[in-house]
T-cell receptor, first 113, second 115 residues
Framework: AQSVTQLGSHVSVSEGALVLLRCNYSSSVPPYLFWYVQYPNQGLQLLLK??????LVKGINGFEAEFKKSETSFHLTKPSAHMSDAAEYFC???????????FGTGTSLTVIP | GAGVSQSPSNKVTEKGKDVELRCDPISGHTALYWYRQSLGQGLEFLIYFQGNSAPDKSGLPSDRFSAERTGGSVSTLTIQRTQQEDSAVYLC?????????????FGSGTQLSVL
């Protein structure tokens, strides 16, 4: 069975500060890992994905995530938060076989001016 | 179309009524997913269509829920005899092909409220 845990349902950071959103997964086989972002009144958009190439994955809008197998983690970071980063962020995991994507419960990011 | 389109964007219904939610995927995308998003919860998988294969219905919560995909394109999710616990945002996503490495393209969702 696969599952995703996102620690912290709400995270607040000051504008210009580091953003760190945590994601841990459980998977019996090497997974694919994703971060999606949902802006208000919009659908989810892919930020980045890990598919067993480089462990440090760069995505859109300055975000990146590092796959750490030993820690079963895939935390999302951005060096300097912008007001426009305020959104809901979802971590997801899947296998290369099958068709199911397992999503975490989401982390709401607030950026304080 | 430019993206995944869902209609209606909002639906208010009375308990016991049937509702139909529509999803228009990106043209050419063979895979289509329905998810349910409830407050404080992650996305709950409902059903998956891939090409002409039999759909994966393993996520449907009860036999009141059904979905079909006509002509490999538009999909309709039907909820019969709605209950208050069905209130949620229903999200549709499509991908170019099936498989776990694919990027999902999501619609904006249908907010269902059952009174």
């Amino acid at each position: 069975a696969q599952s995703v845990t996102q620690l912290g349902s709400h995270v607040s950071v000051s504008e210009g500060a580091l953003v760190l959103l945590r994601c841990n997964y459980s998977s019996s086989v090497p997974p694919y890992l994703f971060w999606y972002v949902q802006y208000p009144n919009q659908g989810l958009q892919l930020l980045l994905k890990y598919t067993s190439a480089a462990t440090l994955v760069k995505g859109i809008n300055g975000f990146e995530a590092e796959f750490k197998k030993s820690e079963t983690s895939f935390h999302l970071t951005k060096p300097s938060a912008h007001m426009s980063d305020a959104a809901e962020y979802f971590c997801a995991v899947s296998k290369n076989t099958g068709n199911q994507f397992y999503f975490g419960t989401g982390t709401s990011l607030t950026v304080i001016p | 179309g430019a993206g995944v389109s869902q209609s209606p964007s909002n639906k208010v219904t009375e308990k016991g009524k049937d509702v139909e939610l529509r999803c228009d995927p990106i043209s050419g995308h063979t895979a289509l997913y329905w998810y349910r998003q409830s407050l404080g919860q992650g996305l709950e998988f409902l059903i998956y269509f891939q090409g002409n294969s039999a759909p994966d219905k393993s996520g449907l919560p009860s036999d009141r829920f059904s979905a079909e995909r006509t002509g490999g394109s538009v999909s309709t999710l039907t909820i019969q005899r709605t209950q208050q616990e069905d209130s949620a945002v229903y999200l549709c996503a499509s991908s170019r092909a099936g498989g776990g490495s694919e990027k999902l393209f999501f619609g904006s969702g249908t907010q269902l409220s059952v009174l």
